[in-house]
């Protein structure tokens, strides 16, 4: 299980700037728990560029990065690793196919059977062994049959996780070139209300939330993330739901799955 936030935003922009002082420390602050690897992507000139690392969070790079003007569009994921995969860079978020980059929240199992997710020439495309990355690679491999509709695409993959596996949640943020997904699809009943409790958390409300996703639009970006930290007046992604925002205008629809 892991943490995830993506933005959208008029000209190249900073994460610092854009959720503040405050907000990047009480985000980066999540890499307590989520402390098996983090990582970053923007586009530069369409092309995406990746920075990653099995570290926990909290080191200068990630700081640094934080700091930094990057693209106009992003993300960044602190992951918390699913019990029976390896916390190694080749296992690090966000996973890149061509000019498309994602990073997920969640866990699909049996995990004896991940090697059934995907057709064996997409399989063969692995390179590494977690979950995450074959739900990525569903999405790419259903974006042909769908003419390039990416919702289509997304929605055709969850739907055929949820139906033949046991996923606890399916949330992501998906990079385009040109557009940003958040992709909201969990159950509830399968936050690991234990695992929570005996790694900190104590407050009912926001064990409930863990899988919540919120985002906050303003003049010049929108940006969405996951819960765990302060996030007055932003706006619950609904389940089953898709958030896309539009880079070039930095419009923003919500789109049901």
Known sequence: MCRLLGYAARGEA??????GDEGLRDFTALSRLHADGWGMAWHEDSE????????PGDQPEFEKLARQPLGDMGL???RWATPGLSVEERNSHPFRHGPYVLAHNGAIHPQDRLGEMLPPDWEARLEGTT???RYFLLVMSR???????MVAAIAD??????????PNSLNAILLSPDKLYAVSWYHHSKIPE???RASGYTDPAEIAAYFDLAYRVSGNAVVVASSGWPQPEWTPLPNRHVLVVDCATVQAEILPL
Not at 143 to 149: I, K, N, T, V
């Open 14 to 19: 900073a994460l610092a700037d854009l959720i």
């Open 48 to 55: 995406p560029v990746i920075r990653k690392s099995p570290e």
């Open 76 to 78: 960044v994921h602190l």
């Open 131 to 133: 979950d995450s990355e």
């Open 143 to 149: 974006l042909a049959e769908h003419g390039g509709d």
């Open 157 to 166: 993959a969850a739907a055929d996780i949820d139906n033949r596996f046991e």
């Open 194 to 196: 234990a695992k929570l």
